[in-house]
């Protein structure tokens, strides 16, 4: 019978203090906008902060997390199938690379529930590709979120 690993918990203040000095010295001379401000409270409370109880929570109840060295669409293919993936989060070069791979339709990949796009304009014939060759709902954050230019 499998047993349950015990989580390992990662201090992250030891890593970041010896940083800290050379944040400072390395502060701006000129003034930061309060926009920019902004725009750094939001994506440290939500995409980092809050982001991660998500994640943990997901991993805590048996989730499994596969990352990648270095990105290489068939291997991602490969990974997917493999280990029955159902979700993703790629960035919209990334989709671009897996869709035009000539083998991507011989990739069992109907365990997909959800696949999120993030971090850059996503183009609605790939979002069109996507929604009609691969399993799962799609959801473009990147829009949603309102990081497109205007």
């Not at 291997?75 to 493999?82: I, T, V």
Request: aromatic share 14%.
């Amino acid at each position: 019978m499998p047993t349950a690993r015990q989580p390992r918990t990662f201090a992250s203040w030891p890593t970041a203090l010896p940083t800290a000095p050379l944040a400072a010295l390395s502060w701006p001379d000129v003034s930061v906008p309060a926009v920019a401000w902004s725009g750094f409270a939001y994506v440290s409370v939500f995409s980092m902060w809050l982001g991660f109880f998500a994640w943990y929570r997901g991993l805590a109840l048996g989730g499994t997390l596969v990352l990648m060295r270095k990105f290489d669409a068939a291997h991602y293919l490969e990974l997917a199938a493999q280990h029955g993936a159902t979700h993703t989060m790629l960035v919209p070069v990334q989709y671009q690379r897996i869709m035009a791979l000539p083998e991507f339709d011989d990739f069992n990949l109907s365990s997909f529930v959800m696949k999120y796009c993030t971090s850059a304009p996503f183009h609605a014939a790939l979002k069109a590709d996507i929604l009609e060759r691969w399993p799962g709902g799609l959801v473009d954050l990147y829009d949603v979120l309102g990081g497109h230019v205007g």
